[in-house]
């Protein structure tokens, strides 16, 4: 599985806008990715996954895959971006 970790603020409207397309592409996958979200200050929380990303804005979207190598995507992204990160975080 893959595990896709949104930080974000939820009064920002582009915030709110990814973090709708997050969830209906974490519900398409079938239980393939899974999707967090978390708060800006949150990011400490998930360890060594964050250690050697930057959060500097929200939305940022961190795409963890299986052998913890991660990716991030940052701003206004919609299902098709995402789904390409996940694609290419797969291989």
Avoid: C, M
Wanted: cysteine-free.
């Amino acid at each position: 599985k893959l595990v896709a970790i949104l930080f974000w603020n939820p009064k920002g409207a582009v915030d709110r806008a990814v973090h709708g397309e997050l969830q209906a592409l974490g519900h398409a996958s079938g239980g393939k990715v899974v999707v967090l979200a978390a708060g800006a200050s949150q990011v400490g929380s998930f360890g060594s996954f964050t250690r050697a990303v930057q959060v500097y804005q929200t939305p940022t979207i961190l795409i963890v895959n299986t052998r913890g190598q991660g990716r991030t995507l940052t701003g206004l992204t919609d299902a098709f971006s995402i789904e390409q990160a996940i694609g290419e975080a797969k291989n």
